[in-house]
């Protein structure tokens, strides 16, 4: 589908529903092209749309192309290994276009089918080649009202793994995400330390680990701390260090880390990150780059108590070049606040600003500052609105047109800001490794950090993106209690 075409569709149906249909049906004829040239169409209309017989049409060889004596070989169908991810399937404002990208490189033959279904007279559906992706489409649908929306994704009649999707449009500049951990209703920190107490202490029995486990994954950051707190007044005794002392390896990493608070959780990471024998620069750009403003302000205050340091200084000890000006920047805590209505205006004028550079070399000065000065809304319209002036994605820019060190802190930036859960699934599949080995310590960092935020949606993207539960791979290459405490902290209860 290299060269996918495109075609919108929107019909009215009266029914009880009062549902209105946004779709495009794509044909794929031939064997898969996964290492050839480009799918071509059987021909291009006028408008720019592929058709034949006035059906939207997207082949995988032209059958003119392909050879007499090899027409006859069988083309197997897999709708198991389309491949459906991005934003536009998992969530939805109203005025931003929802974006999904569809690969079907390792589906074989078959003919594609995507419907959005949402409330009467709501959305217009187009689909276009990826711009960047070989096989692959793009499609896009423009909400006008909240409501649930269905999206059906079939190939050759059948859905793809995880269709039909469901997306939550709603108003306002932010969209409301889902915790897995959510804070517990008849809280009593005096009871679970008590529990806590009892759990470690438990006459003949050992260590009672599943009572431990069910405390720490269902209550909230802010509860855990106040059950550490009342501990320590109950007892004279640091429960934190009561856990480490029975627990051992990522047990005892995972238990401590969950009895810290956020800001201090993250200054800790951040000085273990650059202060370790083998550095590590991922973990610092993950969370410099992906906290708020506010949470940036916090983690400074905690990182400097807990180890009469500096942040800004240490960053600026441990980075170099632009990537360094980037990240003290975001340090700096200068971003202006979220506002009700996104200036078009001002948009445009900051693409502009971005496209003024000659030769695909963007100015350094002129990300930086926009990045870390405008609000996440802002800057999530400034990158669609310079992809619709360039016709080159703002990711594919920065790939392109950034050639020092900023690039890597860059790219993490942007991909957080425009989909956060997108970024995280990403980023824990990069722990897994394929689910051959683990990355423990960024696996805990990342479940831990977004169990209170966006974990539901980052779970669910993860299976979407790489056709395989989190929950499976973690009980494959996991054991023991470790296993049980992961396992329930990605409960969706």
């Known amino acids: 589908m290299g060269n996918t075409q495109s075609q919108q569709s929107h019909d009215e149906e009266q029914q009880d529903t009062q549902s209105c249909y946004g779709a495009c049906f794509s044909r794929m004829m031939g064997p898969s092209t996964k290492g050839k040239e480009p799918m071509k169409p059987i021909h291009d209309e006028p408008d720019g749309d592929a058709s034949k017989d006035g059906i939207p049409t997207v082949v995988g060889t032209n059958a003119e192309d392909i050879p007499d004596d090899k027409k006859s070989i069988e083309v197997t169908s897999h709708p198991e290994k389309v491949k459906v991810y991005g934003p536009g399937i998992s969530e939805g404002r109203i005025g931003e276009k929802g974006v ?11 003919q594609m089918s995507v419907r959005v279904r949402g409330p009467k007279k709501s959305f217009d559906v187009r689909t276009q080649p990826h711009p960047t992706i070989n096989d692959a489409l793009l499609v896009e649908y423009n909400p006008t009202q909240t409501g649930t929306y269905a999206i059906d994704v079939e190939w050759t009649g059948v859905h793809v793994s995880g269709s039909p999707f469901t997306v939550n449009v709603v108003e306002g500049t932010e969209i409301i995400y889902h915790g897995t951990i ?25 260590i009672n680990e599943k009572a431990i ?14 059950i550490r707190s009342c501990y320590l007044e109950k007892y004279q005794k640091d429960i934190g260090k009561e856990l480490k002392a029975i627990f051992t390896g990522n047990m005892r990493r995972c238990t401590y880390a969950m009895l810290c608070s956020g800001d201090m959780y993250d200054a800790t990471s951040l000085r273990k990150a650059m202060k370790s024998f083998k550095k590590k620069p991922d973990v610092v ?10 949470d940036i ?11 009469a340091r500096d942040l800004e200084k240490d960053v600026g000890s441990e980075f170099s070049g632009s990537l360094k000006k980037f990240l003290l920047l975001l340090c700096q805590v200068t971003r202006e606040a979220a506002s009700e209505e ?7 004028d900051d693409v502009r600003k971005l496209s003024s550079s000659s030769e695909g070399v963007l100015d350094e000065d002129v990300v930086m500052e926009i990045c870390t000065s405008r609000s996440y809304q802002h800057l999530r319209a400034v990158f669609d609105q310079y992809a619709r002036t360039n016709q080159i994605d703002f990711m594919d820019a920065v790939d392109c047109g950034i050639r020092s060190n900023l690039k890597k802190g860059m790219k993490v930036f942007v991909s957080y800001i425009r989909t956060p859960h997108v970024y995280f699934a990403e980023r824990l599949w990069e722990t897994i490794k394929g689910g ?3 990355d423990d310590k960024s696996l805990i960092r990342i479940l831990i950090t977004r169990s209170e935020i966006d974990l539901v949606e980052v779970l669910k993207t993860f299976q979407q ?29």
């Open 436 to 438: 051959i080995s683990l």
């Open 285 to 294: 750009m993950e969370i410099i780059c992906t906290r708020s403003s506010q």
């Open 342 to 348: 996104v200036s078009e205006e001002r948009v445009k």
């Open 182 to 206: 959510t804070p517990c209703k008849d809280f009593s920190p005096e009871k679970d330390a008590a529990v806590l107490q009892k759990s470690i202490l438990d006459p003949g029995n050992g």
């Open 213 to 226: 486990i069910d405390i720490l994954t269902s209550r909230s950051s802010e509860q855990r701390v106040a």
């Open 100 to 110: 999904f990208t569809i690969e079907t490189a390792e589906a074989g033959s078959g």
């Open 465 to 493: 993106q790489y056709q395989k539960p989190l929950t499976k791979v973690i009980d494959e290459v996991t054991n023991g209690g470790y296993r049980h405490l992961l396992l329930t902290i990605i409960s969706t209860k």
């Open 297 to 307: 302000h916090m983690v400074k205050e905690a990182y400097s108590k807990e180890f």
